[in-house]
């Protein structure tokens, strides 16, 4: 059990401030403690995802432990409405179940919001085997109802072949919402052995497709995203070309779009972690996160931002903005690049932690300048025992 999470926001005031390349930032330094989940017996125990609405509310869901379930069943999926200013309105289980959620996705399309979360079929108290339980999660969609600011009851999407849903990701133009996720023949989660598929599956009007194949045969993805890009939908992977995840060089970075799979790096880039961010798509290759800005084409440029950790690209109302989160033996440093002409801005830190390790972010970057930063991390201390906090940081920027 993890120690009880914290909820804090930015403060209004005492704020510091540093810019390069015409970008200025002004990253807030001290922290209001907002709410504890220990007063409301809530732990957040893995991902989170954020989203802003038409109207300015912002959305944010993650999984949690209240401590009512047994230890299989612990996490509990759940959403926090915020309003314009910040202020939490809205906090509560998307779909208590009384069994285990995990790995939630969050996206929005017009004026429409999915959630796609991993669900258990059955309770399974305190004993229970991961083949077991790979076996019976199925994958769950809501829509948010900006009426009554909820989550509707969920569509099933229930597994078909008795292997475990991977890799989860959403995507929707509005109307469609895809699921996709990757199966491995072995359920293998670290894909030493087996082959693995990605598949998805669209719900149109309350109807689901049958599940539609995107690739099948690599023993490794190292990682993927899905985007409707032109009215269709595209998936992008990064897989092991040769089935041997102990060479090098031998990682390639595809792309599927109406049916079609390309081919899109050689393998001696070795790309690792892909995103879609609009039409553009980006990947990090030896340490550096690249582009490419015509799907089409397939060309690839690189960036000039060196990436050693994990990244988000961040569209708002003033641009594009790479978030990194730049990772030494002891913390996690954000920082941030604008994209101006056609290039990156040198990145700046948007605030130092100190000893805190990030584990689980998502950011918003908003149409007054704003980067809403909605993390879960841990303060490492001496003894390598920290604190787990889920934490809401307001970075506010200029450009």
Not at 12 to 28: K, P, V
Not at 46 to 53: I, S
Not at 298 to 310: L, V
Request: hydrophobic letters at 35%; one cysteine or more; glycine letters at 8%.
């Amino acid at each position: 059990m993890m120690p009880r999470e914290r909820l804090y926001v930015a403060a209004e005031e005492n704020f510091d401030s540093a810019g390069d390349g015409g970008a200025h930032i002004a990253a807030y330094r001290d922290l209001t403690r907002w709410n504890t989940f220990s007063e409301l017996g809530i732990t957040p125990a893995g991902d989170v995802q954020t989203t802003e609405l038409s109207d300015g509310t912002r959305i944010a869901v993650f999984v949690a432990d209240d401590g009512s379930k047994a230890d299989a069943d612990r996490t509990s999926l759940y959403y926090a409405v915020y309003d314009a200013a910040g202020n939490v309105e809205k906090f509560e289980a998307v779909c208590e179940t009384g069994r285990g959620d995990y790995s939630p996705r969050l996206v929005t399309a017009g004026n429409n919001t999915y959630v796609a979360w991993l669900n258990s079929r059955n309770s399974y108290g305190d004993t229970v085997t991961y083949s077991q339980l790979a076996a019976d999660l199925q994958i769950c969609v809501a829509e948010y109802d900006e009426v009554d600011r909820m989550f509707l009851a969920p569509t099933v999407l229930e597994s078909t072949t008795g292997q475990a849903p991977l890799k989860l990701q959403l995507a929707s133009d509005g109307r469609n919402v895809s699921v996709i996720w990757m199966e491995n023949t072995s359920n293998d989660v670290m894909k030493q052995s087996g082959t693995s598929s990605i598949y998805a599956r669209t719900i149109t009007d309350g109807a689901q497709s049958k599940p539609q194949t995107i690739a099948s045969g690599p023993n490794y993805i190292y990682d993927m995203d899905a985007a409707y890009i032109d009215g269709g939908l595209s998936v992008a992977y990064t897989a092991d070309t040769d089935r041997d995840v102990q060479t090098y060089e031998d990682i390639a970075l595809f792309l599927v779009r109406n049916g079609e799979r390309t081919k899109l790096t050689n393998t001696a880039e070795d790309p690792k972690d892909v995103v879609f961010s609009g039409n553009r798509l980006y990947y990090t290759s030896e340490g550096y996160i690249r582009e490419i800005k015509d799907l089409a084409a397939g060309t690839t440029a690189g960036t000039g931002i060196a990436c050693d950790g994990s990244f988000r690209v961040l569209n708002g109302d003033r641009g594009r903005a790479l978030l990194v989160m730049k990772k030494d033996e002891t913390r996690t440093v954000p920082m941030v690049s604008y994209e101006k002409d056609g290039a990156f801005t040198a990145p700046v830190v948007l605030n130092d932690f100190g000893n805190v390790n990030i584990t689980y972010y998502s950011a918003e970057y908003r149409s007054d300048g704003t980067i809403d930063l909605l993390m879960i991390s841990t303060t490492v201390k001496d003894n390598w025992n920290g604190e787990d906090s889920l934490v809401r940081i307001g970075l506010r920027c200029s450009m």
